[in-house]
């Protein structure tokens, strides 16, 4: 089992950046896959980032060239850099984790404004 607990959120205008943080209470470095996710109003949460234990990553057509994800096993965490960000970024922010069942943060909120 792992608790996930993300940070860094915020209300930031069009343009700007941000750097998300998902705290595990364990080691990382068996989890096969750890992830963002996103939940906007009205709308089903949807993929944002991915990374393996290998360090492949996988974005969402929407985020690709703006977002980064990467995880430091040795802090047990993973991060989103958000770049250039946009009104449609709005959204509340999960971290998932992959082992054997998924595991959810509680989420961060992301408020782009212009």
């Known amino acids: 089992q792992v608790q996930l607990v993300e940070s860094g959120g915020g209300l930031v205008q069009t343009g700007g950046s941000l750097r998300l943080s998902c705290a595990a209470s364990r080691s990382i470095f068996s989890i096969n896959a750890m992830g963002w996710y996103r939940q906007a109003p009205g709308k089903q949460r949807e993929l944002v980032a991915d990374?393996?234990?290998?360090?492949?990553?996988n974005y969402a057509d929407s985020v690709k060239g703006r977002f980064t994800i990467s995880r430091d096993n040795a802090k047990n965490t993973v991060y989103l850099q958000m770049n250039s960000l946009k009104l449609e970024d709005t959204a509340v922010y999960y971290c998932?984790?992959?082992?054997?069942?998924?595991?959810w943060g509680q989420g961060t909120q992301v408020t782009v404004s212009s």
């Open positions: 998932r984790a992959e082992e054997l069942r998924a595991y």
């Open positions: 990374i393996t234990s290998g360090g492949r990553t």
